[in-house]
Protein backbone atom coordinates (compact mmCIF):
# COMPACT_ATOMS: atom_id res chain seq x y z
CA UNK A 1 0.00 0.00 0.00
CA UNK A 2 0.80 3.54 -0.45
CA UNK A 3 2.36 5.53 2.27
CA UNK A 4 2.20 9.61 1.57
CA UNK A 5 5.07 11.35 3.56
CA UNK A 6 4.47 15.22 3.74
CA UNK A 7 7.34 17.78 3.71
CA UNK A 8 7.65 21.60 3.54
CA UNK A 9 5.65 23.34 7.12
CA UNK A 10 7.00 25.37 8.80
CA UNK A 11 6.23 28.86 10.60
CA UNK A 12 5.60 31.88 7.71
CA UNK A 13 4.52 35.69 8.35
CA UNK A 14 1.13 36.34 7.29
CA UNK A 15 1.27 37.29 2.99
CA UNK A 16 4.40 35.01 2.45
CA UNK A 17 4.79 31.68 0.77
CA UNK A 18 5.53 27.97 1.47
CA UNK A 19 4.98 24.92 -0.70
CA UNK A 20 4.20 21.31 1.23
CA UNK A 21 5.35 18.62 -0.57
CA UNK A 22 3.69 14.84 -0.43
CA UNK A 23 5.85 11.84 -0.97
CA UNK A 24 4.92 8.64 -2.30
CA UNK A 25 6.32 5.77 0.16
CA UNK A 26 5.67 2.04 -0.15
CA UNK A 27 4.93 2.42 -4.09
CA UNK A 28 4.38 4.87 -6.06
CA UNK A 29 1.68 7.21 -6.89
CA UNK A 30 0.77 5.59 -10.12
CA UNK A 31 -3.20 5.49 -10.40
CA UNK A 32 -3.86 7.63 -7.02
CA UNK A 33 -5.64 10.85 -7.41
CA UNK A 34 -4.47 13.06 -3.90
CA UNK A 35 -6.49 15.34 -1.64
CA UNK A 36 -5.21 18.00 0.98
CA UNK A 37 -6.84 18.79 3.91
CA UNK A 38 -5.92 20.42 7.01
CA UNK A 39 -7.75 20.86 10.99
CA UNK A 40 -7.06 23.55 13.15
CA UNK A 41 -7.26 23.22 16.56
CA UNK A 42 -10.49 22.48 18.00
CA UNK A 43 -12.24 22.29 14.23
CA UNK A 44 -12.79 19.50 11.92
CA UNK A 45 -10.94 18.49 9.47
CA UNK A 46 -11.62 20.28 5.91
CA UNK A 47 -10.81 20.25 2.33
CA UNK A 48 -8.24 21.78 0.98
CA UNK A 49 -7.62 20.82 -2.90
CA UNK A 50 -7.46 17.50 -5.06
CA UNK A 51 -6.04 16.32 -7.86
CA UNK A 52 -6.62 13.20 -10.38
CA UNK A 53 -3.78 11.05 -10.90
CA UNK A 54 -2.89 12.44 -14.51
CA UNK A 55 -3.15 15.70 -12.99
CA UNK A 56 -5.90 17.05 -15.62
CA UNK A 57 -8.57 18.17 -12.92
CA UNK A 58 -8.28 20.18 -9.68
CA UNK A 59 -10.43 21.05 -7.28
CA UNK A 60 -10.21 23.73 -4.04
CA UNK A 61 -12.36 25.16 -1.30
CA UNK A 62 -13.17 28.78 -1.64
CA UNK A 63 -11.38 29.55 1.06
CA UNK A 64 -8.02 28.98 -0.64
CA UNK A 65 -9.07 29.32 -4.82
CA UNK A 66 -6.53 31.96 -6.13
CA UNK A 67 -4.23 31.24 -3.46
CA UNK A 68 -3.05 27.55 -3.33
CA UNK A 69 -2.34 25.59 -6.03
CA UNK A 70 -2.04 21.77 -6.28
CA UNK A 71 0.57 19.74 -8.71
CA UNK A 72 1.83 16.69 -9.30
CA UNK A 73 5.08 15.07 -10.68
CA UNK A 74 3.96 11.44 -11.11
CA UNK A 75 8.01 10.80 -12.28
CA UNK A 76 8.74 11.64 -8.97
CA UNK A 77 5.57 10.53 -7.00
CA UNK A 78 5.45 13.48 -5.32
CA UNK A 79 2.31 15.65 -5.29
CA UNK A 80 2.85 19.89 -4.70
CA UNK A 81 0.94 22.35 -2.50
CA UNK A 82 1.87 25.83 -3.13
CA UNK A 83 0.45 28.03 -0.93
CA UNK A 84 0.64 31.98 -1.73
CA UNK A 85 -0.76 34.81 0.28
CA UNK A 86 -0.56 32.83 3.26
CA UNK A 87 -3.46 34.17 6.18
CA UNK A 88 -3.02 33.25 9.74
CA UNK A 89 -6.39 31.07 9.45
CA UNK A 90 -4.42 28.93 6.68
CA UNK A 91 -2.43 27.72 10.43
CA UNK A 92 -3.39 24.40 10.77
CA UNK A 93 -1.85 20.86 10.41
CA UNK A 94 -2.07 20.19 6.74
CA UNK A 95 -2.12 16.30 5.22
CA UNK A 96 -2.11 14.62 2.24
CA UNK A 97 -4.08 11.75 1.68
CA UNK A 98 -4.12 9.36 -1.51
CA UNK A 99 -6.81 6.75 -2.77
CA UNK A 100 -6.26 4.46 -6.32
CA UNK A 101 -8.68 5.74 -8.26
CA UNK A 102 -7.37 6.95 -12.22
CA UNK A 103 -10.51 8.92 -13.35
CA UNK A 104 -11.65 11.35 -11.01
CA UNK A 105 -10.42 14.16 -8.14
CA UNK A 106 -12.26 13.82 -4.90
CA UNK A 107 -13.31 16.26 -2.10
CA UNK A 108 -14.49 14.22 0.61
CA UNK A 109 -12.01 13.05 2.64
CA UNK A 110 -13.86 9.75 3.92
CA UNK A 111 -13.01 8.53 0.55
CA UNK A 112 -9.56 8.49 1.02
CA UNK A 113 -7.86 5.37 1.90
CA UNK A 114 -3.93 6.46 2.54
CA UNK A 115 -3.00 9.29 4.87
CA UNK A 116 0.06 10.69 5.94
CA UNK A 117 1.19 12.31 9.40
CA UNK A 118 0.82 15.69 8.34
CA UNK A 119 2.77 18.69 8.80
CA UNK A 120 2.17 21.95 10.66
CA UNK A 121 1.31 25.26 9.02
CA UNK A 122 1.43 28.33 11.09
CA UNK A 123 1.03 31.78 9.96
CA UNK A 124 2.09 34.72 12.22
CA UNK A 125 -0.60 38.05 12.12
Known amino acids: QVQPVESGGGLVQAGGSLRLSCAAS????????VGWFRQAPGKEREFVAA????????AYADSVKGRFTISRDNAKNTVYLQMNSLKPEDTAVYYC??????????????????WGQGTQVTVSS
Open 26 to 33: GRTFNGYR
Open 97 to 114: AAHFDVNNYNVRSFLYNY
Open 51 to 58: ISWSGGST
